[in-house]
């Protein structure tokens, strides 16, 4: 069936530390998977995409790595900081079809 | 570039009643699309709306209803309010082609039923 799933509802780092939230999906039909924050208060702000054609995409200080064989996704952030601090979610998407976001990662980032 | 407005941030209303929630997009975006946000159910999708007409439409009930105008601002009605309707609504507008992909989020409208 259609899901987008995330492993852990919260995770907690020190600041300088690389983070890296999980997300399982269970639709291989997908084109492409988006990773947003949400910080309180605020809409989803949109932090890095990846076609499913591609395994890895670089950005500014997140990498998302993309398993098609297991049929997961993750984000990497690099030296986090207290400002990463935020609700964090996968979606994924297909031509023709609205996005199917999973439930939410909380990061909790403590200097 | 002003980002996504919505209108109004917040919203007390009671069971029974109704509610027309309003969404601004990005200046040149075509495409609208409302959520509704929960603790529980997380990001559920409503609605799509591209150019006047509905694209897309998530399962929920009749009661929940949209439109854009050709300015491509966009509305959301709930009719008969219940209180699990409780929730933060958000809008997102993406590119002029059309492509769901970059979606830009309002900061929502927060609806609460009592």
């Known amino acids: 069936g259609e899901s987008v799933g995330l492993h852990l509802p919260t995770l907690s780092v020190q600041e300088g530390d690389n983070s890296i939230i999980n997300c399982a999906y269970s639709?291989?039909?997908?084109?492409?998977f988006i990773w947003y924050k949400q910080e309180s208060g605020k809409g989803p702000q949109f932090i890095i995409d990846?076609?499913?054609?591609?395994d890895k995409r670089q950005g500014q200080r997140v990498t998302v790595l993309l398993n098609k064989t297991v049929k997961h996704l993750s984000l990497q952030i690099a030296a986090t900081q207290p400002g990463d601090s935020a609700v964090y979610f996968c979606?994924?998407?297909?031509?023709?079809?609205?996005?199917?976001f999973g439930k939410g990662t909380t990061l909790s980032v403590s200097s | 570039k002003a980002g996504v407005t919505q209108t109004p941030r917040y919203l007390i209303k009671t069971r029974g009643q109704q509610v027309t929630l309003s969404c601004s997009p990005i200046?040149?975006?075509?495409?609208v699309s409302w959520y509704q946000q929960t603790p529980g159910q997380g990001l559920q999708f409503l609605f799509e709306y591209f150019s006047e007409t509905q694209r897309n439409k998530g399962n929920f009930p009749g009661r929940f209803s949209g439109r854009q105008f050709s300015n491509s601002r966009s509305e959301m009605n709930v009719s008969t309010l219940e209180l699990g309707d409780s929730a933060l609504y958000l809008c997102a507008s993406s590119s002029p082609r059309g492509g769901r992909g970059n979606q830009y989020f309002g900061p929502g409208t927060r609806l609460l039923v009592l």
């Open positions: 990846i076609r499913s054609n591609m």
């Open positions: 979606a994924r998407g297909e031509a023709g079809t609205a996005l199917i």
């Open positions: 639709n291989s039909a997908s084109d492409y």
């Open positions: 200046s040149g975006h075509r495409s």
